[in-house]
C-alpha cells in the first residue's frame, strides 16, 4: 500500500514537472509562430547538382 502512495506522489511530481515546462514554453513565445513551419518543410532540402567529371 505504501508503493502506491509513492507512485502517486511521483506522478503527480512530474506532471508538475511537465506544467511547469509548457507555462515557460508559453511565456516565452516558443508556440507564437504557426505559419513559419508549414513553409520551412517545402523548402528544408536544396536540389544540389552532381558535379560533372
Excluded at 502517486?8 to 513551419?37: M, R
Amino acid at each position: 500500500m505504501n508503493i502506491l502512495f509513492l507512485l502517486i506522489g511521483c506522478s503527480v511530481l512530474i506532471a508538475l514537472i511537465f506544467l511547469g515546462a509548457f507555462f515557460w514554453a508559453n511565456k516565452t513565445g516558443q508556440h507564437e509562430d504557426t505559419y513559419t513551419p508549414s513553409l520551412r518543410i517545402l523548402f528544408d532540402d536544396e536540389v544540389k547538382e552532381k558535379p560533372k567529371e
